[in-house]
């Protein structure tokens, strides 16, 4: 309670305060506002909030409000605090724990249904509303100290009936090094022509956009601190997540969403959801706030956003979209409003292209009931809207506590139940090949809520036998569909209505099976065990490798795992010695394959060996003579990567796994590239750029960037003519280039390689993989393809299959048809010249079965094609990616490929 002093002039005539007075005051003291705190009041035009007063705010609501608590849940990555205000009544407050243990005990529905019945008339709706996530939409990181305030003080018999009847949990901003960002950009470009340009960086220090694409992998901390407060702590029966992409036509999108639904999803999940969306808009529409509108292109398909996954662990999932995300008043003109709306307008689309018969203000239908008239917009409305989108969501939690509490129970004890047929158990065998990432999968599961148990005994499944170590995954939890989602491979529907139609695309991407994309091992079992396990109640450590033998020449440590090259690069910066052999070879016992890591041992070796042992895992063989084998020498690579002022969230992702695996990375500007001092370097990466600015193609983007005027000056320009032929010259020197997504494009092209991705130009309707994992084939004695798996998964993301430039013509009859042959791949004939590739196939994809997981329209005409070169060029050469080999950090088994690549430009043959 914080204690208020009596004005200046009542002072003066009392001569003295007594206490009598001042006990008086506090007890009719209302907390301050965030007015009070930050001199403006959220919303007002053109001001914003810093991070620094939000916590000030939040810190004095909590300590003068009996009403609110406020707790630290983790770090950002730039190292600001994450915080969650829990509100409710004081006398709920005082008794979280049991509050917590009902929700708890409810959403993992192992109680009995009388138990569950007792136990949910006397427990709250738990509700979640966040804001802050997508940094450049500025009114949900700004609305939350309004929201917090009215749900903490308001004093109408609404807000006590919420107060009493729910446990929200409010996360403010979700991502604060993004707030910051963003608020300081706009604050210096306010009053300029560039007052509603974004920032020239990424609006989170590694991921961007994509921190809404990295809730079932939380690789970013951010991630792993909600994910550890929704599904291991608080289990909220609904989750609200705050955007703003809504199309310019309307204010706000809202539930129901649009088909395609994931028939995993329990389908109380989605009538509930729609339930809740209908509540919303009928509050929007008695509180005269037209423009709600629903089934406009978010679907119910994909996993891995914060609104997504919860409806895998039975939770009410709300995306709100809301207009106007700039604290600049600007005008939505309704003269270019489509009349005649589409049936699933693309997202955040100001309008379909009209002409003045199809223009004007859109006629209400059953979705748009009450369309938006336009015209002058100011900050206070989105600001507006989302408090009242949140207070509709407050009071059907209140109005229905014992629902919602109830449907999460039933919709748990029906998961329990149907995981007593079929898959029975998901079983991770232990020491498999890739045990590093076996630990990453449980890990990430643990994380969010999965119950998994580890075997303490040698046991059978059939002719299969495990090994004490093993993990095992009942599918008779409550959070199976989150289990089955994860781990078993996607099947996108066919959502058309017309045979002879297209399938919809799906929204973000359709397949992300983990096992497959990890490539860990992963046994589906239809039968019941009969073994002795222990339930696993925090994450798993790294267990500390061994170091074995008498090291008189050194130590072999094998290839097979990511943390392996995290274990060279870390001797390597420390003057270690180290090669990796290019064939296989034995010393004493032991087979190592191509590619394992060779340590001469010099005086502090030995103990370099066992700390990296120690903290990474990875076990150490020592070598008592010279192997017999020839070998390459390597050193720590010192890689390049384009960061472009076109921020690109393939540079973030990639930028991560640089730093995790402890490689030499610096950013390369335009100005860097341009100014041609790259000879220092031993490699340079071009990651995929996201195309979301004004370019006819994204090799557009790298060549020209901002253009003139759009930006301030020196973020203008790209790397140009000029920076394009530094980068050639850097490989014709003998430099590695890396090559990601549409990149490849630009360097084939400025380059001149005699190379073409023989899809670049095909018809959507010909061809379309948007987002699956498609199978290749690893040739794994080449160097790039070290310690890989001979087959895998590749995420493939609007890819490439690479040919010769010289086979473009075979087929259209060319003079040399002569040294023409007839192939057939997939299924398809096709012609190719019998002359010799100007490229190494490092990587294809598989002739047949080429869909792993997914959905890919036209996948034959990739069949057997290259999906990783390397060409040639000068004295380096280009890796060509026709894959994303780090897609938001989650193939980790295509890691190798970017490593060993990085690696190899370095070597030195002995």
């Not at 009719?28 to 009041?41: C, H, K, N, V, Y």
């Not at 509180?287 to 914060?306: H, L, T």
């Not at 999932?317 to 700039?326: K, R």
């Not at 996948?859 to 990616?881: C, K, M, Q, W």
Request: proline share 6%; aromatic share 10%.
């Amino acid at each position: 309670m914080r204690h208020i002093p009596l004005p200046r002039k009542l002072c003066v005539l009392l001569i003295a305060c007594t206490a009598a007075v001042l006990t008086a005051v506090e007890a009719t003291a209302e907390p301050l506002s965030p007015e009070d705190i930050f001199g403006f009041r959220p919303g007002d035009d053109y001001k914003l909030a810093s991070y620094e007063q939000m916590e000030t705010y939040y810190r004095q609501l909590a300590d003068e409000s009996e009403r609110v608590e406020m707790r630290e849940i983790g770090k950002s990555v730039l190292g600001r605090s994450l915080y969650v205000l829990t509100i409710s009544s004081a006398e709920n407050i005082r008794n979280l724990e049991k509050y917590r243990s009902i929700s708890e005990q409810l959403a993992r529905a192992r109680v009995d249904p009388e138990t569950a019945e007792a136990i949910a008339n006397e427990g709250k709706a738990v509700v979640w509303i966040d804001g802050g996530l997508h940094a450049t939409e500025l009114a949900h990181g700004q609305m939350t100290s309004l929201l917090a305030h009215r749900v903490a003080t308001e004093e109408s018999a609404e807000m006590n009936a919420i107060r009493d009847n729910v446990i929200f949990l409010l996360m403010p901003v979700m991502n604060p090094d993004g707030l910051e960002i963003v608020r300081k950009w706009y604050e210096s470009q306010l009053d300029t022509p560039f007052e509603q340009t974004n920032p020239p960086e990424l609006y989170h220090h590694y991921v961007g956009h994509d921190n809404n694409r990295d809730f079932f992998m939380n690789n970013m901390p951010e991630s792993k601190a909600v994910a550890q407060v929704i599904y291991n702590e608080w289990y909220p029966q609904i989750v609200y997540n705050q955007h703003q992409s809504s199309p310019g036509y309307a204010r706000i999108v809202i539930p129901p969403y649009s088909d395609p639904l994931n028939p995993i999803i329990h389908p109380g999940v989605t009538t509930g959801l729609n339930e809740v969306g209908s509540a919303m808009g009928n509050r929007f529409a008695l509180e005269k706030m037209p423009g709600a509108i629903s089934d406009v292109g978010y679907s119910m398909w994909w996993n891995g956003g914060m609104r997504t996954v919860p409806y895998f662990h039975n939770m009410i999932g709300i995306l709100t979209e809301t207009g106007h995300t700039s604290p600049s008043p600007r005008f939505y003109d309704p003269k270019i409003f489509p009349k005649m709306l589409a049936a699933r307008a693309n997202p955040g689309a100001v309008g379909i292209t009209v002409d003045e018969e199809t223009s004007g203000i859109p006629d209400a239908r059953v979705l748009y009931s009450y369309p938006w008239q336009g015209g002058e917009s100011h900050f206070s409305e989105p600001v507006n809207f989302m408090i009242t989108g949140s207070v509709a969501v407050l009071r059907a939690a209140s109005d229905s506590r014992l629902k919602w509490q109830t449907n999460i129970y039933r919709m748990g004890r029906d998961a329990i139940e149907d995981g007593k047929t079929g898959v029975k158990n998901y079983v991770i065998p232990a020491g498999q090949k890739n045990y590093d990432e076996a630990r990453n999968l449980v890990n990430l599961l643990l994380e969010s809520g999965i119950e998994i148990d580890r075997a303490t005994e040698t046991f059978r499944s059939g002719n299969n036998r495990y090994e004490p170590g093993t993990y095992i995954i009942s599918a008779s939890q409550a959070f199976r569909p989150y289990v089955v989602d994860l781990l078993e491979k996607q099947v996108y529907p066919d959502t058309r209505l017309d045979p002879a139609g297209a399938i919809k695309p799906p929204y973000d991407i359709a397949g992300w099976t983990l096992p497959m994309q990890m490539d860990v091992v992963v046994e589906y079992l239809e039968s019941d065990l009969d073994v002795d396990s222990e339930r696993l109640d925090g994450p798993v450590p790294v267990l500390p490798g061994e170091v074995s033998g008498n090291a008189n020449y050194g130590y072999a440590l094998s290839h097979a795992t990511n943390a392996s090259v995290r274990a060279a690069n870390r001797l390597m910066s420390s003057g270690e010695t180290i090669y990796w052999a290019n064939k296989s070879f034995r010393a004493g016992r032991t087979t190592h394959e191509a590619g394992t890591f060779i340590i001469e041992v010099s005086d502090q070796t030995a103990e370099r060996v066992a700390a990296a042992a120690a903290d990474l895992g990875v076990d150490f063989i020592a070598l008592g003579s010279e192997p017999s084998v020839e070998k390459s020498r390597l050193s720590l690579p010192k890689v390049g990567m384009y960061k472009s002022y076109v921020p690109a969230m393939d540079e973030g992702w990639t930028r991560w796994v640089m730093d995790e695996y402890e490689f030499d990375l610096v950013s390369l500007t335009d100005n860097d590239i341009r100014n041609g001092e790259l000879s220092a370097l031993d490699a340079i990466i071009m990651p995929h750029p996201d195309g979301r600015v004004q370019f006819k193609n994204d090799v557009g983007e790298i060549l020209t960037g901002h253009s003139n005027g759009s930006m301030p000056d020196e973020y203008t320009g790209g790397i140009g003519l000029e920076g394009a032929l530094a980068l050639e010259r850097f490989v014709s020197d003998g430099g590695t280039m890396l090559a990601f997504g549409s990149a490849e494009q630009f360097v084939i092209e400025q380059f001149g390689l005699p190379i073409r991705n023989i899809v670049g130009s095909a018809a959507s309707k010909d061809f379309s993989i948007p987002g699956s994992l498609i199978r290749i084939k690893v040739d794994t004695n080449d160097p790039l393809g070290y310690g890989m798996s001979s087959e895998t998964a590749a995420n493939f993301v609007g890819g490439a299959a690479f040919a010769s430039l010289s086979q473009a013509g075979c087929a259209d009859d060319l003079l040399n048809q002569r040294n023409c042959t007839e192939v057939t791949r997939g299924g398809r004939s096709m012609k190719t010249f019998e002359e010799p590739d100007m490229f190494d196939s490092i990587a294809s994809y598989a002739e047949e079965d080429i869909l792993m997981s997914g959905w890919a329209a036209g996948a034959e005409f990739i069949a057997g094609e290259t999906a990783l070169a390397r060409v040639p060029h000068g004295d380096g050469e280009v890796i060509l990616f026709g894959f994303r080999p780090q897609f938001r950090g989650q193939p980790r088994g295509t890691y190798k490929l970017i490593f060993n690549a990085l690696l190899n430009s370095t070597t030195d043959q002995q």
